[in-house]
């Protein structure tokens, strides 16, 4: 089977890529049904032309069923899928355990780094090239980013300029901070973080040279500033998110909260943390601090969100936010899929 797909991607290179566009408009059916022809096309990236014309030819295979409310799949359609499942793992080089992890967790994409050995630092590298080489072959010449801050994002953005075999243009690909300044660490503000991803791309920069919290007119006034809130504007219509997620405990003192507000967040059920939002194991909202920057909707909005983590400390924290948002792309390690895999199948028992 390999060798014949490197034959065909070879001799008929179109023919892989339209097998690969066709399984990806009948999985994203699958998961998000009932879907709406425009609302499959941004997720998807794809022209309103060309899903239109897929979606004709699924519709004619019978694949499909479309509606006023939207689009699912049929029960052949569902055949077709699981078959393809095994062949598009070994054409797109997707392994068993992302697929499994994939359809688990009902989300776009799964990209797994193999841990090489256990050194925390050593799995974080590998996990930022993995998502180095999935956001330069996902990115678009005219993308908004936002990105944010902490150690895994900075990674992200210095692993950019040592991924060779991209020669596009993205000079009018413009990168922003997910938020304002967090924190005394300079180095892993998302200020900071926007502007290295930016040069290692050789896009645009816009900046937050804000405090991320923010209150009453102090936070009115700096928000009318033209280029704050022109940076907020673009943020609202970002094409991707890239992000990291955080305990709430270890981002409680990032933060500089006391120990005894700390401990009244864990007593609320805080575990994790993103963009300002405490939340549960549930995903339930737990605590909001007036942040400047995306919001939980803006997130959710995102055409393409891509949340990058190493490490099993954190698997509770992602377990609870990806409950607010499955149009998501998820880029970990591969002891932490393992242990996301074993904790969704002790849900089911």
């Keep these: 089977m390999n060798s014949l797909i490197e034959v065909q ?3 008929i290179p179109q023919a892989i890529e339209l097998m690969e566009k066709r399984y990806a408009i009948l999985r994203q059916i699958s998961i998000s049904q009932p879907i709406g022809r425009r609302m499959l096309s941004n997720i998807l990236d794809l022209s309103e032309r060309t899903t239109r014309t897929e979606i004709d030819f699924l519709k004619e295979k019978k694949l499909i069923d479309i509606a006023v409310s939207g689009m699912t799949i049929t029960d052949e359609g ?4 699981e078959k393809l ?4 793992g070994e054409i797109m080089g997707i392994s068993d355990l992302e697929i499994k992890l994939r359809d688990k967790l009902g989300i776009n994409y799964v990209v797994i780094s193999k ?5 925390k630092d050593m799995i974080t590298d590998g996990v930022a090239k993995s998502a180095a080489k999935y956001i330069l072959k996902n990115l678009n010449p005219h993308d908004k980013i936002a990105i944010a801050g902490g150690t895994t994002m900075r990674q992200v953005a210095y692993n950019l300029k040592n991924d060779k075999g991209y020669e596009e243009d ?9 938020r304002g300044s967090v924190g005394s660490d300079i180095e892993i503000q998302a200020n900071s973080i926007a502007a290295s991803f930016a040069k290692n791309l050789g896009a645009q920069v816009e900046f937050l040279y804000v405090p991320d919290e923010l209150d009453g007119s102090a936070r ?5 500033i033209p280029d704050v809130r022109r940076t907020l504007d673009h943020l609202r219509v970002s094409d991707k998110v890239i992000f990291s997620i955080g305990r709430a405990d270890v981002m409680g003192k990032r933060r500089g909260m006391s120990y005894e507000d700390i ?28 942040t400047v920057g995306i919001d939980i909707d803006m997130y959710k909005n995102a055409k393409d969100s891509i949340v990058v983590f190493a490490g099993s400390d954190k698997v ?21 899929a393992k242990e996301i895999l074993n904790k969704l199948s002790e849900e089911t028992i």
């Design 9 to 11: 991607k070879k001799i």
């Design 170 to 178: 993205y000079s009018d690909v413009i990168v922003m901070p997910t």
């Design 316 to 336: 509770d924290s992602f377990l609870a936010l990806y409950k607010l948002n499955k149009n998501l792309t998820l880029i970990t390690d591969e002891n932490s």
């Design 220 to 224: 009115e006034t700096l928000m009318s």
């Design 263 to 290: 401990e009244k967040l864990k007593a609320k059920g805080a575990i994790g943390e993103a963009f300002g939002y405490y939340f549960d194991k549930n995903g339930e909202i737990v605590m909001k601090l007036n």
């Design 78 to 81: 569902k055949e077709i899928l």
């Design 115 to 119: 841990n090489v050995n256990e050194s």
């Design 85 to 88: 499942d095994s062949v598009m």
